[in-house]
């Protein structure tokens, strides 16, 4: 038997055991080593402010529906920022040996059964921190970020909100050859900036970030936004920091009604171009060339040869059988955490 985390309503949290399947002829178990919490999609989910609690999504039509809601509890699966450990292989299997390490998106659970073709392409290389696999698919949505905002060498970026996906964000933008203004109101998370590349940190808390990025850049602006926080008085300081005619792009899981977002000053004025880049979706520019998987390959290429720095971003970390208090440190006291990881045994 296994063990998977259930959310059997708002706000609690439990583990209800599991069966551990036999394995088909093309199939391997994974053992999970560690698991990292979404601060984003999961809190929702663990909130309850999740659209899709109270509204259904209709694909054919790409509409939000009030007839009934798309999710319900108790919710099961959830969790997408795993890394695990082969323990046995199925017959037929050749890509894979027991011992090798793997990462994916399978939810906050162990073991877990994999097809073959979906856990070869994602081993780690021997040697790698396994820590490392957990980032692949939340920094996967930060290079989609920042692909959407189409940085050109010599750019300011302003990156607004550093959380897990702004600081990757920022180091993929000072990859790009773009120099980085970072914003938050969290003076460990402007530390934690400053040490992973921004050329500038501001604390909205002190200063202005909209007044203050035009005065860094000679009255022009930032190049391009990206607003990573899921707040719409981030995203409206956003369209104030950014030049005239150019990009704002918006990848934070903004929740609720837009309280805070002026559309009628800086963003009509100054004909801001707002982008929504969305983890289940390519660009349209690159959706020819691109996918997730490669999104999340390039990622790990990234961290495990030491382009992207991301253990710094690790900053609590629980057994699996404590994912409760987890849970409760990021929900009341989001200031004091990063990344949040689950350790199993």
Known sequence: MGQQMVFPSPRQVALEDTPDPPLGPGEVRVRTLFSGISAGTELTQYRGSNPYLHKR????????????????????????????????????????????????????????????STAAPRVLPEGTDPRLGIFARIGAIA???????????????????????GQIALQLARLSGARVIAVDGLEKRL????????????????????????????????????????????????IRA?????????????????????????????????????????????????????????LMQLATQGGLHLLPLITHTFPFAEIGAAFALLDQQASEAVQVVLEFP
């Open 242 to 298: 950014t030049a005239y005619n150019s990009r704002v792009v918006v990848a934070g899981f903004l929740q609720g009604e837009g309280v805070g977002l002026r559309l009628g000053e800086e963003f009509h004025h100054n004909r801001i171009e707002l982008v929504s880049s969305q983890t289940q979706g390519i660009g349209p520019r690159l959706a020819h060339r691109w996918d997730r998987l490669r999104q999340e390959q390039t």
């Open 57 to 116: 999504f209709d694909l054919e039509r790409r509409l939000f529906v009030d007839d009934r809601p798309g999710l319900a509890y108790p919710l099961k699966g959830v969790g997408y920022e795993q890394a695990g450990e082969v323990v046995e292989v199925g017959p037929e299997v050749t890509q894979l040996r027991v011992g090798q390490r793997i990462w994916g998106s399978w939810g906050h659970r162990s073991p877990v059964v994999l097809a073959e």
């Open 143 to 165: 290079l989609g970020a920042v692909h959407d905002a189409e940085i050109h060498l010599g750019e300011t970026v302003a990156i607004f909100g550093l959380g897990v996906v």
């Open 191 to 238: 530390a934690l900036a400053r040490q992973l590349g921004a050329e500038h940190t501001l604390n909205f808390r002190q200063v202005n970030p909209g007044e203050a990025i035009k005065a860094l850049t000679q009255g022009r602006g930032a190049d391009v936004s990206l607003e990573l926080s899921g707040a719409y008085t981030a995203l409206h300081e956003a």
